[in-house]
């Protein structure tokens, strides 16, 4: 399969990434991730520990993975507009932590926005820029909430 995109050539802000390391244990991690995005004006639509599923289900012996699926209402609703419902496909924006070995957590994000308009799910227009802006500044908050290292 032929890609239509050089993956290599796209930095990290091309596609949104964010990457913190928070200096806790990892409940207490997926706690603060959630709370940092909820006073951004995010909610948690979703949630699950990735690891506790894996390892019951095919005995992977992973440490602790989770998932939040956040999501600000009013941003998905003007995606959905703009993308012609594609967008949803992508929902919710995940944010994810996991351990890296005790009492050090990764959190990760990326923008489904920017990977959106990349794949051809969303319009290359200025509503579209609208939106990738206006969710980055959540985004934006959210990191600033975490007070990561």
Same mark, same amino acid.
């Given at each position: 399969?032929?890609?239509?995109?050089?993956?290599?050539?796209? %930095?990290?802000? !091309?596609? @949104?990434?964010?990457? /913190?390391?928070?200096?806790?244990?990892?409940?207490?991690?997926? #706690?603060? &991730?959630?709370? %940092?995005?909820? !006073?951004? @004006?995010?909610?948690? /639509?979703?949630?699950?520990?990735?690891?506790?599923?894996?390892? #019951?289900? &095919?005995?992977?012996?992973?440490?602790?993975?989770?998932?939040?699926? /956040?999501?600000?209402?009013?941003?998905?609703?003007?995606?959905?507009?703009?993308?012609?419902?594609?967008?949803?496909?992508?929902?919710?924006?995940?944010?994810?932590?996991?351990?890296?070995?005790?009492?050090?957590?990764?959190?990760?994000?990326?923008?489904?926005?920017?990977?959106?308009?990349?794949?051809?799910?969303?319009?290359?227009?200025?509503?579209?820029?609208?939106?990738?802006?206006?969710?980055?500044?959540?985004?934006?908050?959210?990191?600033?909430?975490?007070?990561?290292?």
């Amino acid at each position: 399969m032929t890609l239509p995109i050089d993956p290599t050539a796209l %930095a990290a802000g !091309d596609i @949104g990434e964010k990457e /913190a390391t928070l200096e806790m244990d990892h409940d207490k991690a997926v #706690e603060h &991730v959630r709370e %940092a995005f909820t !006073d951004a @004006g995010f909610g948690v /639509a979703v949630e699950f520990s990735a690891s506790e599923m894996l390892n #019951e289900k &095919v005995d992977a012996g992973r440490d602790p993975y989770y998932v939040l699926g /956040a999501c600000n209402p009013n941003m998905a609703d003007r995606a959905l507009d703009a993308s012609e419902n594609r967008i949803g496909a992508l929902f919710p924006c995940n944010v994810v932590v996991w351990e890296q070995e005790p009492g050090r957590q990764k959190v990760y994000h990326v923008s489904i926005m920017r990977i959106a308009r990349l794949a051809g799910m969303a319009p290359d227009d200025d509503e579209w820029a609208d939106i990738v802006a206006d969710t980055g500044e959540f985004v934006e908050e959210a990191w600033a909430n975490l007070d990561a290292e």
